[in-house]
T-cell receptor
Framework: DGGITQSPKYLFRKEGQNVTLSCEQN?????MYWYRQDPGQGLRLIYY???????QKGDIAEGYSVSREKKESFPLTVTSAQKNPTAFYLC?????????????FGEGSRLTVL | GQQLNQSPQSMFIQEGEDVSMNCTSS?????WLWYKQDPGEGPVLLIA?????ELTSNGRLTAQFGTTRKDSFLNISASIPSDVGIYFC?????????????FGGGTRLMVKP
């Protein structure tokens, strides 16, 4: 079945450690996105990528890094520079940017820093 | 940047009641989308609106794209327990990065059987 797969679903990290969240899609979508969700708040854009080997910062990119070496994959690294990393992270994809904007979301990864 | 004000932030209703929520913005959007998020899951698209004044239904859900292009509302009729979740509006508009989605803060819906 086509879709977006995020892993792991739950992750615990000690302070000072980097952690990488995986996002894979088999929908042949060009654009991929990472959002952060905090309790009681909406979705905030971290990074997005319109094509392979290109990505752009979103509204809250500090302390995060991404890569887009393959069309299907858009991993997010939460670095030790991110001051408050505990959150629910959502990956999404869309057929193209500049279009109708309908995003397809993964099931999310919940990161907890101990 | 662009901001969406979504209200109410939460609702606690009795099963069978109708629900109404809305989003407003100071900016114009080209497309309005409504998503539902179940606990611990990613949001799922419910309704997409592409033209000012458009009224679209999806089962018990009805959404409208405001004529000013700065607002949208979502109605749920005859609510049932599985309607529980967080509903997000999202507007597609143009900024320096191109066409980008902006999300509202969400409306948390709780339904009492």
């Amino acid at each position: 079945d086509g879709g977006i797969t995020q892993s792991p679903k739950y992750l615990f990290r000690k302070e000072g450690q980097n952690v990488t969240l995986s996002c894979e899609q088999n929908l042949n979508h060009d654009a991929m996105y990472w959002y952060r969700q905090d309790p009681g708040q909406g979705l905030r854009l971290i990074y997005y990528s319109q094509i392979v080997n290109d990505f752009q910062k979103g509204d809250i990119a500090e302390g995060y890094s991404v890569s887009r070496e393959k069309k299907e994959s858009f991993p997010l690294t939460v670095t030790s520079a991110q001051k408050n990393p505990t959150a629910f992270y959502l990956c999404a994809s869309a057929p193209r940017t500049g279009g109708i904007g309908e995003l397809f979301f993964g099931e999310g990864s919940r990161l907890t820093v101990l | 940047g662009q901001q969406l004000n979504q209200s109410p932030q939460s609702m606690f209703i009795q099963e069978g009641e109708d629900v109404s929520m809305n989003c407003t913005s100071s900016s114009i959007f080209n497309t309005w989308l409504w998503y539902k998020q179940d606990p611990g899951e990613g949001p799922v698209l419910l309704i997409a609106l592409y033209k000012a004044g458009e009224l679209t239904s999806n089962g018990r859900l009805t959404a409208q794209f405001g004529t000013t292009r700065k607002d949208s509302f979502l109605n749920i009729s005859a609510s049932i327990p599985s309607d529980v979740g967080i509903y997000f509006c999202a507007g597609l508009g143009w900024n320096n990065a191109g066409n980008m989605l902006t999300f509202g803060g969400g409306t948390r819906l709780m339904v009492k059987p």
